[in-house]
């Protein structure tokens, strides 16, 4: 028999993407807002009791940091009440649970990255601080559980996906856009190719639980990434009239030691690589 997974957030650009991948070798049941409001615990307790997942993929989040930073009480309510409900209504279940946490957990530590799962983060925003206090308040509630610190991903438009902005999307609107691109040369992330990511969650379902960071290594500056997208794309004699550096007053470096999981055999192709990888797949380049 199939293994059955609850995927929340099941319309976003993560979830959308998953349930495309794997609605045919897994038994899913795929949930956003609309069929599941995970703030309401009556709701979740049985709609997980109904279904009986083996597995749990909490990718629902308010995930717009601006946003949380605006409405402290409806992120927290979201971002924290709900992963609660979820974890434990998972227990009940006998569920596992994949918690997807975020890089920006590290906003605001003073030292740079990349970050080990030792270090002890520092999260300046409120989108950041939710991440941190549910990984906790879960910890607590649930031993089989993978809290999964996602780097930032990207991705392309695609028939019946959702799409956020992400690094890669956002150059090609701008070129598209006849926008200049002003991008820092001293801000520093982790930038995976969401599909590299979503392939490797069979091999994520075997690995011992506890916190992992998750991501692709990515040794370039948010400028080196935009002028390597403007090149790929055929635009190197351009780059001048393309692409400005605005730097920030502060050097940003939240970059993620991703080692551990690396040991696991969970391993990502290198950011620009990556990028290159998902031009050629979607046949901009050759
Ligand atoms: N994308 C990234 O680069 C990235 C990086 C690090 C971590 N993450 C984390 O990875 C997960 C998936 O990210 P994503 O990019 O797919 O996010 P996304 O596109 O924003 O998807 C999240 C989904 O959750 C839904 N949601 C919001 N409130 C809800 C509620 N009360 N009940 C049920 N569903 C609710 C959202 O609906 P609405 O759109 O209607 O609000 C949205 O469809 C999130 O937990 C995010 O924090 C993402």
Redesign the pocket.
Known sequence: MKKKILI??A?????TRFIQRYQHEFDILGL??EQ????DKPEVDSTFAQFKPDYVIH?????VTDFCNKHPDVAHK?NVG?AINVANACKAQGAKLVF?????IFNGNPEAGPYTEQDTPVPDTVYGQN?LEAEHELKSILDEMWVLR????FGLPERHT?I?P?VLWNAMQALTNGEVMQERRNEFRGLTYVHELIEQFPKIFTIPYGTYHTGAHNPASRYDIAEHILSELGQTARLAELLEANDAPKTRDVRLDTSKLAAQGVTFTESKLAISKCLREFHFIK
């Open positions: 929340t957030g319309k976003g650009f993560f979830g956003d807002v599941l409001d995970i703030t990718a629902a989040a308010i995930a979201v709900g997807i946490s975020t890089e920006q991440k996602f780097t930032w991903l959702s956020n992400n």
